[in-house]
């Protein structure tokens, strides 16, 4: 399926007009002629765009241009000189405009698929997929068009191009403790008793419309699905269809990975025109004899870790001194495995550290997964760092580019980039392109004592920045006041804590959508200078050292009420959130005073990571673990 083009963009004709015994002889000007496009926005958003769709053109890429009566003209697009070009056995379409003898003339322009790869014409039935299931069937359903009058004199065209199909996001949340995390990446859903097909028309302006027959024939649409492992127990669907009114009590049938069906039903009648969306959500949540428990997995001996959804990337510190490099997975049965070892190469036959002295003796200073990604960083002075994936091919992890030419005192990684920075002042960043290759590393803006990425949103010490797919720059779009260097940060992509200055002090957390600070419910929590932070949705957890040399401090955990839109400290009365863990099983072997060894602290989902004093904890249902204790402790 041909991609669709996001912004302006200008197409050149390669032919000028002249008459028929001149074109074999005469050459062309091509500058000569112009066709510019753009997206009309559309509403509720401001435009129907997919995150997982091209903002430019790409090779290949080909629109239709024509009026009523013309031949239709097909313009491609040269990834080489970044324009487009039509077919030259065509001809020329300046030559024909300017050979009519009407003072204006109607040219349509379309992309998407169409019958005999013609521009369509009124009447014309279009039809989307019923089985939308893969990202090319859900694009086939796709269509753009355009309309503009002008004289056949003119040497320019300047398309407005709307979206002709409405769209559903659907989003899911599970909250079934029997439901694995594979489950939810094999999850279905069908939207039921659509209408599928509609005919083409001209509306009073002169374009392009879609109709769809009040005896039209319905089809249940299978939709198109994108699961993330930042958010192991959520997935989103979407799909295309003609611009209809979706009933009050429309069924909507999920069916998970393990079989079990799920049927939801639209709470109101929802009625969409073309470039349309209306997002849907829907939580799954157990039978009432289910319980949800937080679980606690304890893992010796690491130095450093990092999670994602249901792994945890962990350095391993051997009984010689030497570390070593394991992934550890949770089973279907909830055990974990015993640690996958990471390999120097693809092929699985040498382990991480040989060949690569650097990581065989030094500890971390950062460590980061995200998905089929990690990054190791390494240290100030003379460090490194090192992108390690999975194999598609052989199922083995390991090191896939490194070391690479810039200090991994800080590293973050995410689907589309990984981060590489000094202590300080300085980064580089790297995209990740869709084989899940590194490209070029360029420098970056933000300082790199400690950062953290979570989709297109990466913060650090010098302020929150969020990646323009339109730019391809990374625009800056909070800025917060610091009192040190070695401030820290955290985001999901929402919401950014920020643990600013030196010494212990109150901790800020942003919108990133509203850009403004967000309010407290009684005591502020602190963070002390250099300690992490993290948050995700409305809980935060945040690091503190006590003042008796800095030898051991404590983790407060915070919860935002999304009624009143404040956060409030959640721990047990004079004590913090291993207590909280404590009360909430006394039998947990945990100590609830942290050292000065403290590693990181991850929230992802209610999933959260502590690496402290030689070992990580990973905990489950943390959320479960806050809402009981509120409960029982309204105050």
């Avoid at 995200?370 to 990054?375: A, N, Q």
């Avoid at 992490?532 to 030898?551: K, Q």
């Amino acid at each position: 399926m041909k991609k669709i083009n996001y912004i302006g963009v200008a197409l050149l004709a390669v032919l000028s007009a002249c008459s028929d015994e001149e074109i074999e002889n005469q050459p062309v000007n091509v500058n000569k002629y112009e066709v510019t496009a753009t997206i009309r926005a559309v509403e509720p958003s401001t435009r129907m765009l997919d995150a997982d769709l091209r903002n430019t053109f790409q090779a290949g890429d080909e629109i239709l241009i024509g009026w009523q009566g013309s031949d239709t003209y097909h313009y491609t697009y040269d990834n080489g000189t970044g324009k487009f070009k039509g077919k030259v056995e065509e001809g020329s379409i300046w030559t024909v405009l300017s050979g009519l003898s009407s003072p204006t003339v109607d040219i349509y322009s379309w992309y998407g698929t169409t019958p005999e790869d013609k521009l369509p014409l009124p009447g014309a039935t279009l039809s989307v997929s019923a089985d939308q299931s893969s990202n090319n069937s859900f694009l086939s359903s796709l269509y753009m068009a355009a309309h503009q009058r002008i004289a056949p004199s003119d040497a320019s065209l300047n398309f407005v191009f709307s979206q002709l199909m409405a769209r559903v996001t659907l989003t899911v949340s599970i909250i079934d403790p029997l439901v694995e995390q594979m489950d939810v990446m094999n999850a279905k859903a069908c939207l039921m008793d659509m209408r599928t097909n509609s005919k083409l028309g001209i509306d009073a302006d002169a374009n392009y419309m879609l109709k769809v027959p009040d005896i039209e024939t319905r089809q249940d649409l299978k939709m198109c699905s994108t699961w993330s492992d930042q958010q192991a127990f959520s997935i989103q669907f979407k799909c295309l269809f003609p611009p209809q009114t979706l009933d009050k009590y429309k069924k909507i049938v999920i069916t998970l990975g393990n079989g079990k069906e799920y049927v939801c039903r639209l709470s109101k009648e929802i009625t969409l025109k073309g470039g349309q969306n209306a997002t849907i959500t829907a939580s799954l949540k157990a039978s009432e004899d289910a319980v949800l428990k937080p679980v606690i997995t304890k893992v010796e001996n690491v130095f450093m870790s990092a999670y994602s959804g249901n792994r945890i990337f962990a350095q391993i510190k051997n009984n010689d001194g030497t570390y070593s490099y394991r992934i550890f997975e949770k089973q279907a049965d909830g055990s974990w495995s015993n640690g996958e070892i990471v390999y120097n190469d693809e092929a699985g036959t040498t382990e991480l550290p040989d060949g690569k002295s650097a990581t065989k003796t030094r500890p971390l200073s950062s460590i980061e997964l995200c998905g089929d990604y990690g990054v190791l960083g390494f240290g100030k002075n003379n460090s490194d760092t090192y992108f390690i994936k999975k194999s598609k091919t052989t199922g083995k992890w390991f090191c896939a580019a490194g070391p690479m030419p810039y200090k991994g005192y800080a590293v973050a990684i995410s689907d589309n980039f990984l981060i590489s920075g000094d202590n300080y002042s300085n980064s580089y960043i790297y995209p990740i392109d869709k084989e899940g290759n590194i490209t070029s590393g360029k420098s970056f803006p933000i300082g790199g004592y400690k950062l953290s990425l979570t989709d297109n949103v990466v913060a650090g010490s010098a302020g929150v920045f969020q990646y323009n797919v339109v730019t391809d720059k990374w625009d800056k779009i909070i800025s917060y006041p610091l009192g040190a260097q070695e401030s820290r940060a955290a985001t999901d992509g929402k919401k950014v804590i920020l643990q600013q200055t030196s010494g212990v002090v109150n901790v800020r957390i942003y919108d990133i959508k509203t850009r403004k600070e967000e309010p407290w419910e009684g005591d502020r929590a602190k963070a002390s200078c250099g300690r992490p932070v993290a948050i995700y949705g409305d809980y935060a957890l945040t690091c503190v050292r006590t003042e008796d040399n800095n030898s051991y401090g404590y983790i407060d955990i915070c919860y935002r009420n999304p009624e009143t839109g404040k956060w409030k400290i959640v721990n047990p009365q004079d004590g913090h959130f291993f207590d909280l863990i404590k009360a909430w099983n006394p039998a947990i072997d945990l100590k609830t005073n942290i050292s000065n060894s403290l590693g990181e602290v991850f929230l992802k989902g209610y999933r959260a990571l502590i690496t402290w004093d030689g070992n990580s904890y990973f905990i489950e249902n943390l959320d479960e673990m806050v809402q009981n204790w509120m409960k029982e402790h309204p105050e």
